[in-house]
């Protein structure tokens, strides 16, 4: 409704209402009948309203043609056409910019206003269309059609509806502040619904195209019906307006009401002694107890004042002092004494680990430095194994043996660069990286801090965190580790960083060129029955609730847990079954059943199900089977290698989800034999009829590597030849198409793999030699090592009759 602002209604009704109210008595009738008896009428194209019959409205015009047109027919008494342009923005529109439906409309009065523009006062008569335009110029005429409103036929349903409409409107001039107070007086004094609907649709604040569509409606009932729903639309915007004016209105009030009691409270707290200047005198106490370089001092002291700056119940208030706090708990220039005594240090890490003597001696070689020299920039150690033997339990050992704090820091998963790095302290919720935190928490500046699974860091769409590590793990940068949070530099380099992993592969090249990396093999039998004698079983004894007395487990008994019910590297699965029999026990004694003390082998089957089964004689019986040693990422494992042959014209077929490279193994290893089979002892025409099919068991696990070359060909040549390989026989090693044996890796892995699995000789390359040299000769006393130069030698060594 708040369209009659625009209708000049405050002047109309308190200027020119009693002229009008004189000048509008007459018949509509006259003015019907004449306009029937014209032929052709002056159209006035109008902007931004729409005519309807019945309705005064004022119109000011202020373009040439149309005053010309208003100033002669007001002066010759003449009816004209109003139609609304299509589009207001034109000041000279021609006949298709104009809707063909309108109102005829007399006019009343005009009023010329100071500025050359004319008002007219117009009374609308009846709804027209036009037929034809007969001229443009000085202003359009057409020849119309005249069109009548058709009445509804239940009255009183019309009726009931203009009632509601006169309502709504009422309700809309009381939400609607830009409505003059008259508007209320007008819609009280419509007592003619059809002139009621007119004078709503005319005024009420609707788009231009819904109130020309309301005009062309020629039923009474539904341009009533349209006119009610845009009523109640503009209602539900008003209505919501109002409602967030008044929750503005509140909200204010609040604040003011807030505003006020936070300054009561800060007048209390100065009485008492609070507020902001009660929290910088807390910091500058604490700072007080640092001993900290004059220009971290420099650094507090200009933060503190910025503190004291902002107002208390400011958000920025909160984070400075949430960083101030952090910035003092921080250890500067804290160090923990380390210890240099180094009989007592290996007695403690032997004590806690069995085996492992490359990494006890590269520690004890360390504090040996760090006694003589007193000032030595701390290693960045990566030990690199299987899972369970024993990486992470020995950060915490090494703190121990050199007496300083430990942290560890699980890298596995990490995919945001701001976990290392920390988060600017802008942002909402930041906080420093995980190193900072670690130094935090150990209250030094010199612990022993593991971080755990670095070869897990995944990389994710907040950076790299590899990347942000490369800073934190060079002892030449690290001296002033940047955070984003302490936006400033703290000096890492009298930590000491332990970085576990499984795999090499995984990590970037620079992150491994700034660590030293000791490797850590699997145990071997001996060392796993140990390791279960000296920490398993009384380990599980204490969590179970069971005393020393409750079971034992002798040597033959441990060794039958890992040989048939154990197949890994470390000890994580041995210390699962051996907690199934104290489980056991604990059943036992708890239901008070007699058992025996002395867990025989037996008893072992029962509790942990049918032992796995180690026969490599059964396996390797037939010909074309070959046992293989292969790397995996958790430690050394056997692999079974078979070939059939069946007729056909020679081809080659490969099964058991095998990669490129162990596929090129097969297809070099075929086409030695096709070269070299008269040397081998087999017959052209065997070879040409006899299709061959390789398959390595476990067709779920991908494979891959050259290191399977050796045992594919022996297997092929077995089958080709009818001849079985020995049973307890296992082989790696690289082939050429000439026969030649290359050296493969993972050495250490493999050979404790085939001991554990119960091989008694393996075939390696000569080239392999030196590796296995390197390896503890204890681990190696059950095997036989053959080392070959070319394939002939692995032939003849490993085909029995």
């Not at 000041?91 to 910019?97: A, K, L, M, V, Y």
């Not at 033959?556 to 907690?579: C, D, M, P, W, Y």
């Not at 681990?779 to 029995?800: C, F, G, P, T």
Request: proline residues 3%; charged residues 25%.
């Amino acid at each position: 409704m708040n369209e009659f602002e625009n209708l000049e209604f405050d002047n109309l009704m308190e200027g020119d209402f009693n002229i009008v109210a004189d000048e509008v008595e007459f018949s509509d009738a006259d003015d019907k009948r004449n306009s029937k008896n014209k032929e052709e009428f002056a159209i006035l194209p109008v902007r931004n309203m729409v005519m309807f019959p019945k309705v005064v409205i004022p119109i000011t015009a202020g373009r040439e043609q149309s005053k010309r047109l208003l100033e002669e027919a007001h002066r010759n008494g003449d009816i004209i056409g109003i139609v609304t342009q299509k589009n207001g923005m034109l000041e000279s529109p021609s006949e298709g910019d104009l809707h063909s439906i309108g109102t005829l409309a007399r006019i009343i009065k005009i009023i010329t206003l100071p500025e050359g523009n004319i008002t007219a006062i117009t009374r609308g008569v009846q709804r027209f269309k036009i037929k034809d335009f007969v001229s443009t110029s000085p202003y359009f005429k057409a020849k119309l059609q005249l069109l009548k409103d058709s009445s509804t036929r239940n009255k009183e349903e019309f009726d009931a509806l203009l009632e509601n409409i006169k309502e709504l409107a009422l309700k809309i001039i009381q939400l609607d502040p830009n409505i003059p107070n008259a508007a209320n007086f007008a819609i009280n004094n419509l007592n003619d619904h059809e002139d009621l609907l007119n004078f709503i649709c005319t005024n009420g604040n609707f788009e231009i195209e819904e109130k020309q569509r309301l005009l062309e409606e020629k039923s009474l009932m539904k341009r009533a019906q349209n006119c009610y729903e845009l009523m109640h639309e503009d209602f539900r915007k008003l209505d919501l307006r109002n409602q967030i004016h008044q929750k503005t209105s509140r909200d204010l009030d609040k604040q003011q009401r807030e505003y006020f009691l936070n300054q009561q409270i800060k007048t209390i707290q100065e009485e008492l002694g609070g507020g902001a200047e009660s929290d910088a005198e807390e910091l500058r106490n604490k700072a007080a107890q640092i001993v900290w370089p004059s220009d971290v001092e420099e650094h507090f002291t200009k933060e503190l004042s910025r503190l004291q700056r902002q107002h208390p119940n400011s958000p920025d208030y909160n984070v400075q002092r949430n960083y101030l706090d952090f910035f003092t708990e921080l250890p500067w220039n804290k160090y923990s004494q380390d210890s240099f005594d180094l009989n007592k240090a290996q007695r403690m890490l032997d004590r806690e680990h069995f085996g492992l003597e490359d990494i006890k001696k590269r520690i004890l070689e360390h504090m040996a430095v760090l006694k003589l020299k007193n000032d030595m920039k701390s290693p960045i150690l990566c030990l690199v194994g299987p899972p369970g033997v024993g990486k992470t339990s020995l950060g915490k050992s090494v703190a121990d043996a050199l007496g300083r704090k430990y942290v560890r820091v699980s890298l596995g998963g990490l995919h945001d660069e701001s976990e290392i790095r920390g988060h600017r302290k802008t942002y909402i919720g930041a906080m420093a990286g995980r190193i900072l935190q670690s130094i935090k928490k150990a209250g030094t500046s010199n612990p022993v801090i593991v971080l755990d699974e670095i070869d897990k860091v995944g990389q994710g769409i907040h950076g790299d965190p590899s990347s942000a590590l490369l800073e934190v793990l060079d002892p030449e940068q690290n001296h002033s580790f940047y955070d984003n949070y302490l936006e400033y530099g703290y000096d890492l380099s009298k930590v000491m960083f332990i970085a576990t992993a499984n795999s090499l592969n995984t990590i970037q090249t620079p992150l491994l060129d700034r660590m030293e990396i000791v490797q850590l093999t699997g145990y071997t039998l001996e060392e796993k029955v140990q390791i279960a004698k000296r920490h398993l079983i009384k380990k599980l004894q204490q969590d179970n609730g069971l005393s020393n007395k409750s079971f034992k487990l002798g040597d033959k008994e441990l060794q039958h847990i890992i040989n048939a019910h154990t197949s890994e590297s470390g000890v994580r699965t041995l210390e699962k079954r051996i907690a199934a029999i104290a489980r056991w026990v604990a059943l036992q004694i708890a239901m008070e059943k007699e058992y025996d003390s002395k867990i025989t082998v037996a008893v072992i089957d029962q509790i942990l199900g049918v032992p796995r089964p180690k026969s490599l004689s059964e396996i390797t019986s037939v010909p074309g089977v070959v046992t293989g040693l292969a790397w995996t990422s958790v430690g050394g494992d056997i692999l079974f290698i078979e070939s059939i042959l069946s007729e056909g014209k020679g081809t080659l077929s490969m099964t058991g989800n095998l990669g490129n490279v162990m596929k090129e193994s097969a297809t070099i290893a075929l086409e030695f034999i096709k070269a070299k089979h008269s040397d081998l002892g087999i017959s052209h025409e065997h070879i040409k009829n006899k299709n061959i099919h390789v398959h390595v068991p476990e067709g779920a696990t991908p494979k891959d590597g050259p290191s399977a070359g050796i045992a594919m060909l022996t297997s092929m040549v077995s089958s080709f030849k009818n001849k079985k390989v020995k049973s307890h026989l296992a082989m790696t090693g690289e082939i050429t198409l000439r026969g030649k044996v290359l050296a493969v890796g993972g050495i250490k892995e493999k050979l404790l793999a085939a001991a554990r699995a119960g091989v008694k000789e393996v075939i390696l390359s000569k080239d392999n030699k030196k590796d296995v040299e390197e390896i503890n000769k204890d681990y190696l006393n059950k095997l036989q090592i053959h080392y070959v130069s070319r394939m002939s030698e692995v032939i003849d060594l490993a085909l029995v009759d």
